[in-house]
């Protein structure tokens, strides 16, 4: 059923410069003290690292975890609260950190301000820089302010035009129509149709003179062609008054 | 064959262990060669197997780091990695397991779908590296990352233990588990 799975080791010893692996140490004698402190400060570190891991490994082996056999998606969301759990602590811890740096960062800052003189400190310069930057980044940001708000006010005026052009086009328009309106109306209206019928019967009466005109002289046998002035009448009578 | 435990023996002074599981033999060999040729101030150890459980009749070190590595051109290595899971103590995957796909440059010899792997890697709670092991920067890239992560792991860094590490590498990995 379970196969025996194959296995092949490889080692390599350590090979930083002057330090050598812990067994050469203790015979090398050529190997300075420096490295020698080095490589025993590092190994007293590893060992504390490795101690505090075996440490929090017992400690958390005290805790009971439940046995009970959970659904799928509950042991999703305790993972996640655990895990948040654990990202929180890291974050307060953090945050200790910070707090605890900052008093001796303090502390020592106020030590050294006791020892040393004022006026020179290359400390005192650095401040000076600092409070002359920190005016400039003022001034720069009530400029920038002030712009802004120009730019603001710009806006607004542009919007105003803007709605008051509206507004006009918008009466001009309404006038237009309002004169399409009129002029439709006026053209449905009485008088119009009374004026247009009087057009008509003038017109007919016109016609009928014309043509009256036409066939007397047609009648009376003349030649009106060789007259230029009877020529031109004749030719005016035949003028359709309609088309006028 | 009893399932592997972190912390059931005492640590070798200046020495970590890193045990590489994969059906791969030769890519395994090559990562192994380029982490041992990385620049490391703690003694290195690699193992390497095909799969768990291992064979109790050898002594060998704690283990530190357990690195699945998963072709992606090949269904087999993923089933064998998932089966070999079942071998392992809970309290490893406090930060001791990192999964490592690999072929993914490849994508048109890719079997095993990009999704999967991540799956994986997000049911156990570990961290998923991708990586093309037949290209030899990579895997020099490669192999320095590991050697770190196993220094970490080994405890040789004074201030960061694994699930520490684990929960800092979570971080940017979770905007890629939204699309699951």
């Not at chain 2, 399932?3 to 990562?31: F, H, M, S």
């Amino acid at each position: 059923m379970e196969t025996q799975s194959e296995e092949q080791a490889v080692t390599k010893p350590a090979d930083s410069g002057g330090e050598g692996g812990p067994s050469q140490v203790a015979g090398a004698q050529a190997a300075r003290p420096e490295d020698r402190m080095t490589l025993l400060l590092r190994l007293r570190a590893q060992t504390k690292q490795q101690l505090l891991e075996y440490k929090s490994m017992v400690d958390a082996n005290e805790e009971k975890t439940p046995e009970q056999i959970m659904q799928e998606k509950q042991i999703e969301a305790k993972i996640e609260e655990l895990e948040n759990e654990v990202e929180e602590a890291k974050t307060a811890f953090e945050m200790k950190k910070l707090a605890l740096d900052r008093m001796q960062l303090s502390t020592a800052l106020k030590k050294h301000l006791e020892k040393v003189d004022i006026k020179t400190s290359v400390l005192m310069d650095n401040m000076k820089q600092i409070l002359n930057l920190n005016k400039l980044i003022m001034k720069s940001q009530q400029e920038t302010w002030d712009l802004e708000e120009k730019l603001l006010d710009v806006r607004k005026k542009r919007l105003q035009l803007k709605q008051a052009s509206e507004r006009k086009l918008l009466e001009i328009q309404t006038e237009k129509n309002k004169q399409k309106d009129d002029l439709d109306s006026m053209e449905n209206s009485d008088k119009i149709k009374a004026i247009q019928q009087n057009l008509e019967t003038e017109i007919q009466i016109t016609t009928v003179i014309q043509h009256v005109f036409q066939n007397l002289i047609l009648g009376s046998k003349v030649n009106w062609a060789e007259d230029p002035a009877l020529k031109e009448t004749v030719l005016q009578l035949e003028k359709n008054l309609t088309m006028i | 064959m009893s399932a592997l435990r972190p912390l059931d023996k005492l640590p070798g002074l200046n020495t970590a262990t890193i045990l590489l599981v994969g059906t791969e033999d030769a890519l395994l060999q090559q990562l192994a060669d380029s982490m041992l040729k990385a620049d490391c101030t703690s003694e290195l150890k690699v193992h390497l197997a095909r799969s768990l459980p291992l064979p109790c009749s050898v002594n060998r070190p704690r283990i530190d780091l357990i690195v699945f590595v998963v072709n992606l051109h090949s269904k087999l290595s993923l089933q064998s990695v998932e089966e070999s899971l079942c071998h392992l103590d809970a309290a490893f995957f406090l930060g001791k397991v990192a999964f490592l796909a690999t072929g993914a440059g490849r994508d048109s010899h890719c079997s095993i779908h990009r999704n999967t792997v991540v799956k994986l890697a997000h049911t156990y709670r570990s961290p998923l590296l991708f990586c093309d092991l037949e290209i030899e920067d990579f895997r020099a890239a490669m192999a320095q990352r590991l050697v770190r992560l196993l220094q970490i792991c080994a405890g040789h860094v004074p201030g960061v233990s694994a699930l520490n590490l684990l929960s800092l590498m979570r971080g940017s990995e979770n905007p890629s588990l939204e699309d699951l």
